[in-house]
């Protein structure tokens, strides 16, 4: 077991599953010598060559329709948008062609290709670079969406992400490239779509994702502290999602309260909440809460931008109201 950052962790896997298997390569903006624009990719260039690692031009619907064609053509492209705010340029490539192919051609061809893409606010980027796009992506079937929390899973998610049949977006968040944490010697993997359970508690259960995981936790030390015990749980991505342990956590404490730093309105927090209502109504002592940015643009401002993200502060004070507003009758 080591001690290292979330950044220094993705680099691990892609290097790691770079000399694993040859057919995997990186494509993207300045990836090559430059090393990426966080330097995500530094010192791959050196090692491996112009052939796997490869500049692109500016246009993010070459970079991801090209890495379809070469996963086509039996390579294992992880592909990098600079900001996952992108995403939304390239919709077509990746919920009409990537996500989609396999189905529509039988199963006679498969995918495989990870689209990396640095997500979240981290000072003040502005509206196109500090989005949380993952909701974009809710109903891609064929596409996995995964949501690294922690050093560990950023660098066990990726590895195994390399190595699925199925395209994989991999939402690395900006904001956690200098989080430090253990991360398990070896050849590490972390299955997709396998949540975490990263505190057990019995009041309240709270489902978070990305960077949120670290204010849910935050918040679950505070609310401890004024007697309320708190489960967090961490789905590690969006698609598929664990309902399972979400659902034993919600039985066991009959409240829910998801947090995600993408928009409220549209967020992938209310198909967890339609899900959840649907399958353990008769569980519930309250209604269902969400949290998540507003309806509108981030702020470039710095100052104006802390308005706007959701923070540990805003988790305990909506999990004391839920605490306060248990329905009569409820568990009865």
Same mark, same amino acid.
């Given at each position: 077991? %080591?001690?290292?950052?979330?950044?220094? #962790?993705?680099?691990?896997? +892609?290097?790691?599953? /770079?000399?694993?298997?040859?057919?995997?390569?990186?494509?993207?903006?300045?990836?090559?010598?430059?090393?990426?624009? *966080?330097?995500?990719?530094?010192?791959?260039?050196?090692?491996?060559?112009?052939?796997?690692?490869?500049?692109?031009?500016?246009?993010?619907?070459?970079?991801?329709?090209?890495?379809?064609?070469?996963?086509?053509?039996?390579? %294992?492209?992880?592909?990098?948008?600079?900001?996952?705010?992108?995403?939304?340029?390239?919709?077509?490539?990746?919920?009409?062609?990537?996500?989609?192919?396999?189905?529509?051609?039988?199963?006679?061809?498969?995918? &495989?290709?990870?689209?990396?893409?640095?997500?979240?606010?981290?000072?003040?980027?502005?509206?196109?670079?500090?989005?949380?796009?993952?909701?974009?992506? /809710?109903?891609?079937?064929?596409?996995?969406?995964?949501?690294?929390?922690? &050093?560990?899973? #950023?660098?066990?998610?990726?590895?195994?992400?390399?190595?699925?049949?199925?395209?994989?977006? *991999?939402?690395?968040?900006?904001?956690?490239?200098?989080?430090?944490?253990?991360?398990?010697?070896?050849?590490?993997?972390?299955?997709?779509?396998?949540?975490?359970?990263? @505190? !057990?508690?019995?009041?309240?259960?709270?489902?978070?994702?990305?960077?949120? !995981?670290?204010?849910?936790?935050?918040?679950?030390?505070?609310?401890?502290? @004024?007697?309320?015990?708190?489960?967090?749980?961490? &789905? @590690?991505?969006?698609?598929?999602?664990?309902?399972?342990?979400?659902?034993?956590?919600?039985?066991?404490?009959?409240?829910?309260?998801?947090?995600?730093?993408?928009? +409220?309105?549209?967020?992938?927090?209310?198909?967890?909440?339609?899900?959840?209502?649907?399958?353990? *109504?008769?569980?519930?002592?309250?209604?269902?809460? @969400?949290?998540?940015?507003?309806?509108?643009?981030?702020?470039?401002?710095?100052?104006?931008?802390?308005? !706007?993200?959701?923070?540990?502060?805003?988790?305990?004070? /909506?999990?004391?109201?839920? /605490?306060?507003?248990?329905?009569?009758?409820?568990?009865?």
């Amino acid at each position: 077991m %080591r001690v290292i950052s979330y950044i220094k #962790a993705i680099r691990e896997a +892609l290097d790691e599953e /770079m000399e694993r298997d040859e057919r995997v390569m990186v494509m993207g903006q300045d990836v090559g010598a430059f090393g990426g624009v *966080f330097s995500v990719t530094r010192g791959l260039f050196d090692k491996y060559g112009p052939e796997r690692v490869r500049d692109t031009p500016i246009s993010e619907n070459f970079i991801v329709g090209g890495g379809v064609g070469l996963a086509l053509g039996g390579l %294992r492209p992880v592909v990098e948008l600079q900001y996952a705010d992108f995403i939304a340029i390239t919709m077509d490539e990746i919920y009409n062609k990537a996500a989609k192919w396999r189905y529509m051609h039988g199963g006679y061809m498969n995918v &495989p290709m990870v689209i990396r893409a640095p997500e979240g606010a981290a000072g003040g980027s502005g509206p196109e670079h500090s989005q949380c796009p993952e909701h974009l992506l /809710m109903s891609a079937a064929g596409l996995y969406v995964v949501t690294p929390a922690t &050093p560990a899973d #950023a660098k066990g998610l990726l590895k195994s992400a390399i190595r699925n049949e199925n395209p994989v977006v *991999f939402l690395e968040h900006k904001g956690l490239y200098n989080q430090r944490g253990e991360v398990p010697d070896g050849d590490h993997l972390v299955p997709i779509g396998e949540a975490a359970v990263r @505190r !057990v508690g019995a009041d309240l259960t709270i489902v978070a994702w990305s960077a949120m !995981v670290g204010q849910a936790l935050a918040a679950a030390e505070v609310l401890a502290e @004024r007697g309320v015990d708190v489960e967090v749980i961490d &789905p @590690r991505g969006v698609r598929p999602i664990d309902y399972a342990t979400i659902e034993t956590s919600v039985r066991k404490t009959g409240r829910l309260l998801i947090a995600h730093e993408s928009p +409220l309105i549209g967020g992938h927090g209310g198909e967890v909440a339609a899900h959840i209502g649907e399958k353990c *109504f008769n569980e519930l002592k309250g209604a269902i809460r @969400r949290i998540g940015a507003p309806d509108i643009p981030l702020p470039q401002n710095v100052e104006l931008e802390k308005f !706007v993200l959701p923070t540990s502060e805003t988790i305990i004070n /909506m999990g004391e109201v839920m /605490m306060a507003n248990t329905k009569s009758g409820a568990g009865r």
